[in-house]
């Protein structure tokens, strides 16, 4: 089937009384023009603007997925026709995924700390999130190993309970900030395979890899169909247009759309025609320009914070240099949980930033870590408010901040 290509067998002259769609003529939005930074500006056409306020498919606007499925074959030199899904943000994919697979008490594999959104939607399934140890390259196989020791490879043929699920954050992870090496996810996919894991590739962070040369996705190496990948436009075109796109095994993806089906419908098809009209003026390369710059803004960022950390931290507090991404993941040796240094302290000091907890399986356990994003914040005000947040008010040690 071609790319994207959307089976509709009724011919053009068919009337549908079938379908219980508004009258578009009836909507008062007839056209749109979006200036650009570029200073461009983007036509929304009469007839592009009926379909953006019209109900879509629930897989998405066939035109926007087929510019996704030719630009995700780009990306990851598929050799295959992707079944791609638009998501309202990759966390709509996310959800529904999880709520696909888990039952409550289920094993899940995932390196900790991770994104609390992920971890929200896993709390109400109590999951026996087996957490799974990383270093600056991002996950450590031999972690995963160590996990999956208590079982066989043939026990995943069985319905013993064991782990399903490996969760990933591949890229600038949220909030570390590391990025898996090739070689350490050529291994991971291994133990998938031996495991018959399902990898759950959440990979927002993709084109902020701070390396020349991207790493190449789980998606692109997955030859057993068992990499579901989440892409998100959030962190290079628009956060609040709520864009995401899923790619996945037809089986499996099956069950989404029927999700999608009885939950939301489809994403907004406004904001898909949006996005759709810049990459159609853009094209691949102007996006793939468009996400270098992109890039090259957060890598400037986090220099900037990374200066501003050796400045004033140094001696106080300890972290990875981040390798991709908008978080940076610092240690306060001492501090038992900077919750309270963030609350006491850092607020009065004008500065916020977020306590380690609220990153692990287990919340309620203190962190002596906090996660400083550096996207927003300009140079002065991250070197400002660097130490403040961190340094003791006065000759004290650390310790006695909290
Ligand atoms: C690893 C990973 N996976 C998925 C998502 C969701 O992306 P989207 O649905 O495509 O936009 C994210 C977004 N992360 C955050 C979002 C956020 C939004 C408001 C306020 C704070 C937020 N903080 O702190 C975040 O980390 C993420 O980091």
Redo the contacts with the bound molecule.
Sequence with gaps: MECGAIQINAPPSLISLAVGMPNPDMFPFEEATVKLRNGKSLQISAKQMKTGLQYAPSPGVPAFRKVLCDMQKKIHNLTYEPEIFVTT????G?SKTFEMCMNVNDYVLMEEPS?P??LGILKPYHPRVLALEGDRDGIKPESLRRALSLWKPSDAQTDADMPKILYV?PNGG?PTGTSLTYERKQEIYQIASDYDLLIIE?D?YYFLQFAEKPSPSFLSMDVDGRVMR?D?F?KVLS?GL?V?FMTGPKPLMQRIEYHIQVSLLHTSALAQILILELLKDIGHAGFMDHVTNVRNFYMSQKEKMIAAATKHLKGLAEWNEPTGGMFVWINVPGVKDTSKMISERALKKEVLL?PGNAFLADSTRPSSYVRA?YSLASEVELDKHCGSAVKPCDHRSITSVC
């Design positions: 943000g990759s966390q709509d996310l994104y959104g992920a954050i949220n959440d927002p989440f998100s959030s956060a709520r995401g977020a994003s």
